[in-house]
């Protein structure tokens, strides 16, 4: 069965039949056919339990941004929904152009990022639950702080935002710990309902019993040749790390994770059968509807060996203090503050993965992540890795363009073939 397909035609009917319904049959549907790994099966799970637990109400529904601790509306007994994962879903099954005209009808620019375009979009058809609250921090992305603002007049919610500073001191951190509990008063307000302590001090233990695991998981994909493919890692690892942080789910994907890498390291089962290139892929996305980049990449015997997206920038959470560690976790994000930040980190990457050539992939309508690409590419051409800064776009396929992607593509590959 063609998955995409089926996706596809199911979201266009539900437009007419009920787009709870249609949802919810497309993501079952898509997990029945499926015949993968057990971990993308967990993925799929906590993503059709999310599905189900934001349409049907069954719990406070709290849109969020990808850069909100996620522990932090599990603790609220809420169930946060991620916009730009859902939107993602949508370019995977080929409804994306769509919603995304249909986002440019509600006003929506077509140069900001095509996430929220997707999302406005798919809002506007309503496919989206309606949000009891909305909770989004400031930094990273200046677009996600204006598309929630907007979102929260037009379901006519609270929009509670998180300000997050350029500096990481003291004071900042004070700030920013400040922010949380004003946040987690307003919430109670709100909810009518009584934040318990004790659950956050749970929920960020289950956090820190799964970042252990994802510890061990990137450390088994210091292997060579690459155990775990880097275009799987950009599609749902990516997505469990924003949802299911403070989850028994999150818990068990990654521990399954954990074994099945194992598993495949003592089989000798590579994710490139003729591995010669290991590739860094930088920035948080990859294009999701269809396209030939990896599969050119493989064709070649390069490997996306590691990504920036799975690095493991935060430290493990103090349970003694359990706001300050959440606000920490916030600022601690490698791409805010100096460039420098994340040149550091990258250059940890390059090394304990043994990479020998960087792909920045800058999405269209990203400021932080695509401004900083050529400052990167200077340093590491100097120390002689290549270096391609790959345009394109995550969600929209209007801005992918295959025949001069893949001649830059292959260019890339010959610079690293000839050394």
């Given at each position: 069965m063609n998955i995409k397909k089926t996706g596809e035609n199911l979201i266009r009917s539900s437009l007419h039949s009920g787009p709870i319904l249609g949802l919810t049959d497309m993501i079952s549907r898509h997990l029945a056919y499926r015949n993968n790994e057990l971990g993308f099966k967990i993925w799929l799970r906590h993503f059709f339990s999310t599905v189900k637990d934001s349409m049907l109400k069954r719990k406070p529904v709290i849109w969020t941004s990808i850069f909100v601790p996620s522990e932090l509306i599990y603790a609220m007994g809420c169930v946060p929904f991620h916009v730009e994962i859902f939107a993602l879903i949508a370019a995977?099954?080929?409804?994306?152009?769509?919603?995304?005209?249909?986002?440019?009808?509600?006003?929506?620019?077509?140069?900001?990022?095509?996430c929220y375009r997707c999302g406005a979009g798919l809002s506007s058809r309503s496919f989206f639950p309606r949000p009891d609250i909305i909770i989004s921090s400031s930094h990273l992305c200046d677009g996600s702080t204006a598309f929630f603002r907007n979102m929260a007049r037009y379901y006519g919610v609270p929009h509670l935002l998180i300000d997050v500073p350029y500096g990481d001191g003291e004071s900042a951190k004070n700030y920013v710990s400040g922010q949380i509990r004003d946040v987690i008063r307003e919430a109670e307000r709100i909810l009518s309902s009584k934040f318990s302590m004790d659950k956050l001090e749970e929920t960020l233990a289950i956090s820190n019993e799964t970042r252990r695991y994802h510890e061990r998981f990137n450390k088994l994909r210091e292997h060579v040749p690459a155990p775990f493919?880097?275009?799987?890692?950009?599609?749902?690892?990516?997505?469990?790390?924003?949802?299911?942080?403070?989850?028994?789910?999150?818990?068990?994907?990654f521990r399954t994770l954990c074994r099945e890498v194992e598993e495949d390291i003592e089989d000798s089962r590579p994710a490139v059968s003729n591995e010669k290139h290991?590739?860094?892929?930088?920035?948080?996305?990859?294009?999701?509807?269809?396209?030939?980049?990896?599969?050119?990449?493989?064709?070649?015997?390069?490997?996306?060996?590691?990504?920036?997206?799975?690095?493991?920038?935060?430290?493990?959470?103090?349970?003694?203090?359990?706001?300050?560690?959440?606000?920490?976790?916030?600022?601690?994000?490698?791409?805010?503050?100096?460039?420098?930040?994340?040149?550091?980190?990258?250059?940890?990457?390059?090394?304990?993965?043994?990479?020998d050539g960087i792909i920045h992939f800058s999405h269209w309508g990203c400021r932080w992540s695509s401004g900083g690409a050529y400052m990167l590419r200077s340093y590491f051409i100097d120390k002689g890795i290549p270096f391609l800064v790959l345009n394109g776009d995550c969600a929209d396929p209007a801005n992918y363009a295959e025949g001069p992607t893949k001649t830059r593509i292959q260019a890339f590959l010959e610079i690293l073939e000839s050394r």
């Open positions: 995977h099954l080929n409804v994306s152009k769509e919603m995304i005209h249909a986002g440019e009808e509600e006003g929506y620019s077509s140069d900001l990022c095509s493919s880097g275009a799987n890692a950009l599609t749902y690892v990516s997505a469990m790390i924003f949802m299911s942080m403070g989850t028994y789910d999150g818990l068990s994907f290991r590739l860094l892929w930088l920035h948080q996305v990859r294009p999701y509807y269809k396209n030939t980049i990896f599969s050119d990449l493989e064709a070649r015997d390069a490997v996306i060996a590691f990504e920036e997206i799975t690095y493991i920038f935060w430290s493990p959470y103090n349970l003694r203090d359990p706001i300050e560690s959440l606000a920490k976790r916030m600022m601690e994000n490698i791409n805010l503050g100096p460039i420098e930040r994340r040149l550091d980190a990258v250059r940890d990457m390059v090394k304990k993965y043994s990479i």
